[in-house]
């Protein structure tokens, strides 16, 4: 059962072009992992719930794991932008500047992915890895549904929009049933209560129609960092064959199935362990031990000079930087090689070779 203490997290707002905040959160330790905005989220109930507070604890582990509530959800401040996929690629964007990082690895869930695949897109020298769960390309408008398959839609965008805000209301018993088929009483509560703290029924109704409207197979083709798809087997919110189907697009791709019918694995069940070991075993530091971390030019640079001893003054003046500038790339680059400070990066640094 979930601990009823709030998990530790640090807690932080940025703001995006219209002027509204952003929340964002950070928590556990290494290489830094940037779960993308998606529908239904909130900072601070995460740290509770017990759908997501045990993903941050079994994550944290070996990673550092970055969130942000999207605008108008959660925490964040609410705008007159319209929900879309340009709307939270721009998310994306504010939070990695944000904290700070120069490279930072991407997991898009669900509706998450599509922007997920574009930043990574359009942004290559920012993106370590990229990691999808129950995502997919495009949706339901590219996909020529029948009229009775959109009137059904937007029969459930309507119930949304009209019975979101209460506590336990059929509404969410709906959308939860839909999503986690086998969760627990606890799980089944937990994300009920979830969807009723994360934004009210239009803009959840608004955030749901814009994800019918995601595409991205026109940018997929461009992402270059390593890239692992998971899906769960039974899930009935996203046919498994999506999945395959973004892998197939995504050059170089890996797939994987997890088994279970739940949208997201539950803590509980042996696909939410394997969710978590495939995911860190992917980015973390046993990945950049085996040689899978594709370091930059500028990494490079910083890793030598790092391994020579070197301080931040004398590293500013080898690369023609500014000393915050370097302040700031030795920072992600910590939080890359999953080390506290400079005395263990130095010892990292010189077991990768670079001495």
């Known amino acids: 059962m ?33 779960r993308a905005g998606h529908w239904m989220t909130h900072l601070e109930y995460d740290t509770t719930s017990a759908l997501f507070r045990p993903w941050l604890e ?47 690895a991407l997991l898009g869930i669900s509706g998450g992915a599509a922007p997920a695949i574009a930043y990574a897109a359009r942004h290559p020298e920012q993106v370590s890895h990229l990691v999808l769960l129950g995502g997919y390309a495009y949706g339901l408008l590219h996909t020529k549904p029948s009229a009775d398959r959109l009137a059904y839609v937007e029969a ?25 088929p086998d969760g627990t009483p606890e799980q089944v509560a937990a994300l009920n209560e979830q969807q009723r703290r994360s934004c009210d029924g239009p803009r959840a109704a608004a955030v749901f129609r814009s994800r019918l409207a995601l595409d991205v197979r026109a940018e997929i083709g461009a992402v270059k960092c390593p890239t692992l798809v998971l899906h769960a ?66 990494e490079r640079e910083l890793l030598a000079l790092v391994a020579r001893g070197c301080d931040n ?32 990066a130095v010892v990292r640094a010189r077991e990768l070779g670079f001495s």
Request: proline letters at 4%; aromatic letters at 6%.
């Open 156 to 180: 459930i965008a309507r119930l949304i929009e009209l019975g979101w805000g209460a506590r336990d209301t059929p509404v969410q018993q709906f959308i939860t049933a839909s999503m986690i």
């Open 313 to 344: 003054l004398q590293i500013s003046a080898e690369l023609g930087l500014a000393e915050k500038t370097v302040r700031n790339a030795l920072s992600g680059l910590y939080l890359t090689l999953g080390v506290d400070g400079r005395t263990h």
């Open 233 to 298: 087997d039974g899930d009935a919110s996203v046919n498994i064959e999506r999945g395959r189907e973004l892998a197939a697009a995504i050059p170089g791709a890996c797939f994987e199935a997890l088994r279970t019918r739940n949208h997201v694995p539950l803590d509980g069940e042996p696909a939410f362990e394997r969710f978590c070991e495939a995911l860190t075993d992917f980015i973390g530091p046993r990945a950049v031990q085996r040689g899978g971390r594709a370091f930059t030019q500028r």
């Open 58 to 104: 079994r994550l944290g582990r070996g990673l550092t794991v970055l969130r942000f509530d999207e605008r108008g959800s959660g925490l964040s401040g609410v705008d007159e932008v319209p929900p879309s996929l340009e709307s939270s690629v721009e998310e994306i964007g504010a939070v990695v500047r944000a904290a700070g990082l120069a490279r930072v």
């Open 2 to 34: 979930a601990s009823t203490a709030a998990l530790r997290q640090e807690l932080r707002f940025t703001h995006l072009a219209s002027g509204a905040r952003l929340a964002w959160a950070r928590s556990g330790h290494g290489p830094p992992l940037l």
